[in-house]
């Protein structure tokens, strides 16, 4: 890293180019020139269209599928800044992938979470900025600074405005954590909103699969409000949805889940869910024709447009945590 010159840039390569501009918007200023293709054998190729010596210049990407190629993108982009004497680097990764590779849960497997974040840094980046890891002890992994953005704001902020909206009580409400391994996450979320918590505990056999075993809590008559990080193939949503209503005799299952990775059969089973709502941040992009009836987006361009003013500006970013 060498010293950076007045005025940043904000670049994107092709995963995150509608949520940069959108971060562009929010800046006042346009989003930079570059192009990122491939050759006939799949190769990524990088192209800036402007100097970016000495300045301080932001790469928008999330590794979101096509992971490998997503990935790809991001480094040879940050590469080829590098190579270009750009003076500080930040790789703007909404949504990190590889992070459900964070340990190894069984003998000979490798720690990939771990692996990407040495990629990145061999890559140039001098320092990090993404939302809601999916484990936080991934900002470990870094050996340059990471900012850690939480989506659990502009979900409070949706049902502070609903409950308003709607005359509703907080008391008519319950948070539930979908898995053991949610529970902080939820509970900060309930005590955020001054409700109660109830967990699902299930049991995943393997991968993608996916077996509810027990409702923790009394969530009778109330509107259920799930928060989780990332909603994959919606198994375990909409089964812990299915078990709330049936054998919780919930009023109703709303989802707020930060990454809607939304793979296979994801679209299909949320539709037929007994969700009532399926509420996604637009860290990953959801085209408006494969959202349905029940995907709603919340837009997370301001929250990381905040964040880059302040690392520009070499300000605290405490605030953006809130």
């Given amino acids: ?57 932001f790469v928008v990407q999330s590794t979101c599928k096509p992971v490998n190629n997503n990935l790809m993108e991001l480094l040879v982009t940050i590469d080829a800044l590098r190579r270009a004497s750009a003076g500080r680097i930040t790789a703007v990764i909404p949504y990190f992938g590889y992070a459900r590779q964070d340990r190894k849960s069984k003998g000979r497997d490798p720690i990939t979470a771990k ?25 470990g992994f870094f050996d340059i600074p ?31 954590s979908p898995d053991v391994g949610s529970v902080s996450r939820a509970r900060a979320f309930s005590q955020s909103m001054r409700m109660d918590l109830a967990i699902v505990d299930k049991r995943r056999p393997q991968a993608n699969h996916c077996e509810v075993m027990n409702v923790i809590g009394d969530v009778h008559g109330k509107h259920c409000v799930m928060l989780d990080d990332i909603v994959d193939t919606a198994g375990s949503l909409c089964n812990a949805a ?12 709303t989802a707020c889940v930060t990454h809607g990775v939304l793979s296979g059969p994801a679209f299909e089973r949320i539709e037929n869910s007994a969700l009532e709502e399926l509420v996604l941040l637009n ?5 408006p024709e494969q959202r349905g009836t029940k995907i709603r987006m919340l837009d997370v361009a301001p929250t990381f447009a905040k964040a880059i003013r302040h690392i520009y500006e070499e300000t605290s970013i405490s605030d953006c945590f809130n």
């Fill in 283 to 287: 860290t990953i992009p959801v085209a």
């Fill in 146 to 176: 990471l900012d850690h953005l939480s989506g659990a704001p502009l979900f409070v902020k949706y049902f502070q405005e609903k409950l308003a909206r709607e005359g509703a009580s907080p008391e008519d409400y319950i948070v539930v």
């Fill in 115 to 139: 692996l990407v974040a040495n990629m990145i840094t061999a890559a140039g980046a001098d320092r990090v900025l993404t939302m809601d890891l999916h484990a936080p002890q991934i900002q």
């Fill in 1 to 57: 890293m060498i010293a950076h010159k007045s005025g940043g840039k904000v670049f994107s390569a092709n995963a995150s180019q509608e949520l940069a501009e959108g971060i562009c918007k929010e800046l006042g200023i346009s989003l930079s020139n570059n192009h990122v293709t491939t050759f006939a054998d799949g190769e990524v190729c990088v192209w800036m269209d402007e100097t970016v010596r000495g300045q301080d210049v």
């Fill in 242 to 253: 299915k078990a709330l209503m049936e054998l919780g005799g919930a009023a109703s299952v």
